[in-house]
Structures are given as structure tokens and as C-alpha cells.
């Protein structure tokens, strides 16, 4: 079965301090896994797409790698706009779109 | 990547009553997602819907609780009905974005449902 687990739930930082969320995931033919950006009461909005083992993406302070069987998006020098909650998700063979629970970041000025 | 947007975005409604909400994409997508969120939750998807076609619902999720229209490939409308205050969420209409790697799923801003 499709899963994904991420990992912390919360965390808290403070500006400037770079940390790393993960994303470790179970799936059968990985069609591509995905990062977003959810600010409270609003719908996800797309960071990247990672497709295959070793593969990276960076935007701004933020960079995405890939394993065989974890993703990690790693944060730099963080500011507080950076705060939100980050989302995983995984597409396999069965093409279906499975989402994690989310990291909920805060960033502290 | 397409640009959504959900109509209303948000709604306190009396329960037993209904509320379709609207997604329009500014683009033509063959697949067009609905899920739900509720309150410290993730993502749960209710149903696919293909224009032309039935909407494929989800396990636990039926037409008739959630009935869906897919008129043509940029509009989509998803029913609540017969609410009850289970049914408060943030809803969600998505679309796929296919390009040279594969695809990618775009959301829109969601619709924050109350039901008293």
C-alpha cells in the first residue's frame, strides 16, 4: 500500500536557523513526488516536483532532494514568511495522489 | 500552471440544508480533482471527475452525499448535501497539469465550509 510519513510534525525555528523537513514514502512505481505550501485556511500551492532517486530542485531558500525512499526539503536561513505547513505527496503506479500529514513550521523573528 | 479559482470561498450553512461550490480553471484540463481537509488534517481525496464521464468517488465518499458536474473541461461543481456539522472543511478542487516529465496537481484556494 501507498504511504507517506513526514516528519516533525511541528517545528519551531528561529530566523536564520536551517533545518530540514522529511518525507519518507512506501510506493510501487513512483510517478513523481511532490512538495507544497499551505498557508492556514488557503488551498496548497506547488514548491516541486522530484521524479527520480538523486534528483534536487531549489527555490529560494528552499531545496528538495530525493532518495529511494525519502525526500527531504531542506530550509536556509529561514525568515518568518517562511512559515507554513509543508505537504508531501506521492504519485505511484496506481496514479493516485497520497499526501502526507504535513509539517506545520514556524519560523520565529 | 493553470490558475483556479473556487466560488465561494467560504459559507456557514444550517444543517440538513445543500451547497455546491464552483471550480473554474483558465485552462482546458482532462482531470479535475476534489478533496476535502478538515481541521488539522491532510488532504482526502472525494472524488475524480473526467469531463464526459462519471465522477469516480473515493471509498467512503457516495454520489448521492456528494453529487458532481463536469460540464466541460474548465468547469466542475461539487454538491454538500444534506450537511451536518461533520461535513465542516476546507474543500478543495485540483487539477493535473501534464507537461514532458509527467504531471502535476494544482489546487485552488479552497472554500472554508461551517455547518451549525
Known amino acids: 500500500e501507498d504511504q507517506v510519513t513526514q516528519s516533525p510534525e511541528a517545528l519551531r525555528l528561529q530566523e536564520g536557523e536551517s533545518s530540514s523537513l522529511n518525507c519518507s514514502y512506501t510506493v510501487s512505481g513512483l510517478r513523481g513526488l511532490f512538495w507544497y505550501r499551505q498557508d492556514p485556511g488557503k488551498g496548497p500551492e506547488f514548491l516541486f516536483t522530484?521524479?527520480?532517486a538523486g534528483e534536487e530542485k531549489e527555490k529560494e531558500r528552499l531545496k528538495a532532494t530525493l532518495t529511494k525512499k525519502e525526500s527531504f526539503l531542506h530550509i536556509t536561513a529561514p525568515k518568518p514568511e517562511d512559515s507554513a505547513t509543508y505537504l508531501c505527496a506521492v504519485r505511484g503506479g496506481t496514479y493516485k495522489y497520497i499526501f502526507g500529514t504535513g509539517t506545520r513550521l514556524k519560523v520565529l523573528a | 500552471s493553470a490558475v483556479i479559482s473556487q466560488k465561494p470561498s467560504r459559507d456557514i450553512c444550517q444543517r440538513g440544508t445543500s451547497l455546491t461550490i464552483q471550480c473554474q480553471v483558465d485552462s482546458q484540463v482532462t482531470m479535475m480533482f476534489w478533496y476535502r481537509q478538515q481541521p488539522g488534517q491532510s488532504l482526502t481525496l472525494i472524488a475524480t471527475?473526467?469531463?464526459?464521464?462519471?465522477?469516480?468517488?473515493e471509498s467512503g465518499f457516495v454520489i448521492d452525499k456528494f453529487p458532481i458536474s463536469r460540464p466541460n473541461l474548465t468547469f466542475s461543481t461539487l454538491t454538500v448535501s444534506n450537511m451536518s456539522p461533520e461535513d465542516s472543511s476546507i474543500y478543495l478542487c485540483?487539477?493535473?497539469?501534464?507537461?514532458?516529465?509527467?504531471?502535476?496537481?494544482?489546487f485552488g484556494p479552497g472554500t472554508r465550509l461551517l455547518v451549525l
Open positions: 471527475a473526467n469531463q464526459g464521464s462519471e465522477a469516480t468517488y
Open positions: 522530484l521524479y527520480s
Open positions: 485540483s487539477v493535473e497539469d501534464h507537461h514532458r516529465r509527467g504531471e502535476t496537481q494544482y
